[in-house]
C-alpha cells in the first residue's frame, strides 16, 4: 500500500515562506505524477501543482511566480516551494500521487493532509 506523508504546514505572515514535503512509499516518486491539491474551508479541493514523472510541471494560475514543485527521486520525496503567501493561500494541502496503467486501471493515492495558515 502506498503511503504519502505531509508536513511542513503551519502559520505565516503573508508575504512569508513555507515550504511542504511529501515523503512517499514503495519508490514511487520517480513513477508516478505527483501533485499537490488544497482545500479552503467551505471550498472544492483544487489542484495547486503537479509533476510528471517525465518532469514536465503544471501550475494553477493563482500560484504562477509564487510556488515551485520539485521531487527528489532517492529519496521518494516531493515539495512545494510557496513564497509571497497570501491569506487566500489559507487551507490543508494534500499530496497526490497517480498512475495510469496500461490496462487504463487508474491508481490515485493521497495524503493526510497538511494546514498552512497565512495571517497576520
Known amino acids: 500500500q502506498v503511503q504519502l506523508v505531509e508536513s511542513g504546514g503551519g502559520l505565516v505572515q503573508p508575504g512569508g515562506s513555507l515550504r511542504l514535503s511529501c515523503a512517499a512509499s514503495?519508490?514511487?516518486?520517480?513513477?508516478?505524477?505527483m501533485g499537490w491539491y488544497r482545500q479552503a474551508p467551505g471550498k472544492q479541493r483544487e489542484l495547486v501543482a503537479t509533476?510528471?514523472?517525465?518532469?514536465?510541471?503544471n501550475y494553477a494560475d493563482s500560484v504562477k511566480g509564487r510556488f515551485a514543485i520539485s521531487r527528489d527521486n532517492p529519496k521518494d520525496t516531493v515539495y512545494l516551494q510557496m513564497n509571497s503567501l497570501k491569506p487566500e493561500d489559507t487551507a490543508v494541502y494534500y499530496c497526490?500521487?497517480?498512475?495510469?496503467?496500461?490496462?487504463?486501471?487508474?491508481?490515485?493515492?493521497w495524503g493526510q493532509g497538511t494546514q498552512v495558515t497565512v495571517s497576520s
Open positions: 497526490n500521487a497517480r498512475r495510469i496503467l496500461l490496462d487504463a486501471r487508474l491508481l490515485d493515492y
Open positions: 509533476v510528471t514523472s517525465g518532469g514536465t510541471t
Open positions: 514503495r519508490n514511487i516518486v520517480s513513477r508516478y505524477t
